[in-house]
């Protein structure tokens, strides 16, 4: 049903005319929030969700778009596989998500140059700088490349954690997309999971010398973000927090 209406939503607004690139951010915003209220999905953050700039977050399932998605518009730099993926690809397509193929340099140099446009917007760039997602044991280090558009650019630069809590003690990583999992399968898994809470912390905005710089201390900073407690507040769905642009 969520999905239908993200569909109505979308040719809606088309019917006004091509939507703008921040009009497109906040359609992608408006259907992660729908879609995870269909789920069932409660999420709550803590720290201030910025307002512009890059910011960089640990990867852990295809559910950290979803949930960073509800949170906030955002501009996502998503691997190339994505653009592939049922509904999801589309959506991100839709939504100007841009698509990174890590074994061709050319895609890394058009996704640079295309973040070096979108930083300066109203809506912020979105960033897994690990280039896959793990099952939360530790936060790979962070590929520098993508954080030179913010360094040459001034812009600042904020450092995000991701986590899921599970009732009943149960182990994070059951609800993490790793390894040589299958899409489709651990997304039925995840439809099948209750009683889950995503957490979502946001450290202070920072700007950096250099991109080597900026990936070592933001990394720095996402595990700091990851290691403070485990006990959430009371779940709750954050109330729409889009922002005019």
């Known amino acids: 049903m969520a999905l239908a209406a993200n569909i109505l939503h979308f040719w809606l607004l088309r019917l006004r005319g091509p939507l703008s690139l921040d009009q497109r951010a906040l359609w992608l915003h408006a259907s992660c929030k ?6 069932g999905v409660h999420y709550h953050v803590e720290g ?4 512009r700039g890059l910011v960089v977050s640990n990867h852990l399932s295809h559910l ?13 730099i ?16 839709t939504g100007g998500a841009l698509f990174l193929d890590r074994s061709r340099h050319s895609s890394a140099l058009a996704v640079a140059r295309e973040m070096s446009l979108r930083i300066k917007t109203a809506v912020p760039v979105l960033l897994f700088p690990e280039g896959t997602s793990t099952d939360g044991a530790q936060v790979l ?4 490349g993508l954080f ?8 600042p630069v904020t450092a995000a954690a ?26 039925w898994k995840v439809l099948r999971t209750r009683g889950f809470t995503a957490e979502v912390r946001f450290a202070e905005p920072r700007t950096y010398a250099n991109r080597r710089e900026a990936a070592q201390s933001t990394h720095a900073e996402v595990v700091a973000l990851r290691n403070i407690g485990t006990a959430p507040a009371a779940p709750a769905s954050i109330p729409s927090l889009s922002r005019a642009n």
């Open 34 to 39: 729908r879609v995870l209220a269909s789920m």
């Open 78 to 93: 998503s691997k190339a596989e994505v653009a592939r993926w049922p509904y999801f690809g589309r959506a991100a397509r």
């Open 48 to 51: 201030n969700i910025p307002a």
């Open 148 to 155: 030179e558009p913010a360094v040459v650019g001034a812009a």
């Open 141 to 144: 280090r962070f590929h520098s």
């Open 162 to 187: 991701i986590r899921y809590i599970l009732d009943g003690g149960i182990a994070e990583r059951e609800l993490c997309w790793y390894g040589d999992m299958l899409f489709l399968p651990h997304l």
């Open 64 to 76: 950290d778009i979803l949930v960073y998605g509800a949170i906030a518009p955002w501009f996502f």
